[in-house]
């Protein structure tokens, strides 16, 4: 007898090549809708659906394949003799394979000004049906969810190869898939409900890679991406030049990414082991990159750099002489990549930078579960600070004040930050104590200490820091305030003609 097979998809590529492939083999083919039309006018033999069922497609095709003379074609176990016999009573042919894939849902969440009544038609409900009961019976049914996989189907039928651990792989990837799919569903009916944490979370991603490794050669790893809302992300660069990307590098480059948000003038930001270890902001990305670099020239040594404006030969120049893993920027100009493509290994990526984000959930997986959280889109502005002590800070003051918050954000804590004409001074990133974050700063701002701001990304519990700012010179401090010990800052700052200002909020970055 005949196999049968039975083809309904949305995305049409390669069916028709597929399909004649199939019929080479013996298989007839069953099809719905848009798909039978596309075979018919291949000048393809295909059965519609209504005239397997004989009921016809209703309320515009949302009920076609629901239907006991499909799921019994699908669902009948081919070794039981009481199914088939059922089967048989009923007037009903087994259904050998499906080849389905679904609405576009993804797609149309991502079009521009789309209605929630077309985002509604777009869930598939009988596509997912079939495709599942397909994939439970396995065993006696081959289920194709991916064009990328027709060829290799028709490859082992033709050598008879497609075996029950082949047909496993294939179930596997559609639960994958329809699990995909539903977490989409999902994501979109729960924020259109505002339900931030429901009784149950389900997250999905889609894969861009398979990493060499993890943080260490024994790990072993892989990079997916967020299927909506991934632009301005590494997900979506233009690598132009050098190898592929690591673990530690997508790490570190989201990492530089996150800092570069904050600032909008030209702003360069060099990060090594997620920290950044300058940054700096200027007139051209010329002279931010200059700041960033000499904020430490050592540690920039295999780091990361990432600029918010075109890279020019001059600031090419610069980059050339330093050894550096990745450059990351909006754009580079045709003599900038001529100077830097001459170095093998340097990774260049092409981004558009992204707005700001607003807040977004944050998942932070631990040993058995996962904590989900509101990322940290805190911002702090001129008006937002309130004075603590005698002195009002300067307006100069005031700049680096918020320059180096904006900063301390994105440090390790415990995190201090100096900062002085829109300059990373010294950044003393997680310590275990405030003091221990200070004076690693201070110790590498050394004679730049005087006179710059001071960040901390949380309230001093003792007065120590202060006074070892005031010992190496720094002139102003914002930190979020709300130590029962507060006045003892305040009294050292004042003591010192200190300006000190309070932000009531913190920045823990764990």
């Not at 309130?386 to 320059?403: H, N």
């Amino acid at each position: 007898m005949k196999k049968r097979v039975l083809i309904s998809v949305s995305n049409k590529e390669k069916i028709t090549e597929f399909a004649k492939g199939l019929i080479d083999l013996d298989y007839d083919i069953i099809s719905t809708g848009g798909t039978l039309r596309t075979l018919l006018d291949a000048g393809l033999p295909a059965t519609a659906v209504d005239e397997v069922t004989g009921f016809p497609e209703i309320m515009d095709g949302r009920v076609k394949t629901l239907h006991p003379s499909i799921h019994g074609g699908l669902l009948a176990k081919r070794s039981s003799t009481d199914h088939m016999k059922q089967l048989e009573e009923n007037g009903i042919s087994p259904i050998d394979m499906v080849v389905v894939n679904l609405y576009p849902f993804k797609q149309t969440l991502e079009k521009e000004g789309v209605s929630q009544e077309e985002i509604i038609e777009n869930i598939d409900i009988g596509g997912p049906t079939m495709l599942r009961a397909a994939a439970k019976n396995y065993a006696d049914v081959t289920v194709i969810v991916d064009p990328a996989d027709y060829e290799d189907i028709l490859e082992a039928q033709r050598q008879g190869t497609l075996d029950g651990n082949k047909r496993q792989q294939l179930a596997a990837k559609v639960f994958r898939h329809t699990a995909h799919y539903d977490a989409l569903i999902s994501r979109y009916f729960t924020e259109v409900t505002e339900e931030e944490f429901p009784e149950t979370f389900t997250v999905t991603y889609e894969k861009v890679q398979t990493l060499r490794y993890g943080e260490n050669p024994h790990q072993q790893a892989a990079f997916y991406k967020n299927p909506l809302n991934s632009a301005g992300s590494l997900a979506t660069a233009d690598q132009l030049h050098g190898k592929e990307l690591s673990f530690n590098n997508i790490q570190d480059a989201n990492a530089a990414l996150e800092i570069l948000s904050e600032y909008r003038d030209p702003a360069a930001v060099a990060v090594k082991h997620m920290n950044p270890c300058g940054i700096g902001v200027a007139d051209t990305i010329n002279n931010a990159f200059q700041k960033a670099y000499e904020a430490d020239s050592i540690s920039i040594f295999g780091g990361i750099v990432a600029c918010n404006r075109e890279i020019d030969n001059f600031t090419a120049e610069k980059l050339s002489e330093i050894f550096l893993e990745i450059i990351i920027a909006p754009g580079f100009s045709k003599e900038a990549l001529e100077i830097l493509t001459k170095k093998k290994n340097i990774r260049l990526l092409e981004l558009e930078m992204a707005e700001k984000e607003a807040t977004y959930q944050k998942l932070t997986t631990v040993k058995g579960g996962v904590l989900i959280q509101d990322s940290d889109a805190g911002d702090i502005a001129e008006n937002d600070v309130t004075v603590a002590t005698k002195r009002q800070p300067s307006e100069e003051e005031l700049a680096d004040l918020l320059f180096a918050w904006k900063a301390v954000k994105h440090v390790k804590s415990n995190a201090i930050v100096l900062a002085k004409d829109q300059q990373t001074v010294g950044v003393g990133a997680g310590q275990m104590n405030r003091i221990g974050a200070a004076s690693i700063a201070i110790e590498q701002a050394g004679e730049k200490a005087r006179g710059a701001a001071m960040a901390s990304d949380a309230f001093f519990p003792m007065p120590d820091t202060v006074e070892a700012a005031a010992k190496a010179g720094v002139t102003a401090i914002i930190q979020p305030g709300g130590s029962k010990r507060d006045q003892d800052s305040i009294d050292v700052c004042n003591e010192h003609g200190i300006a000190m200002v309070y932000t009531s909020m913190r920045h823990f970055k764990h």
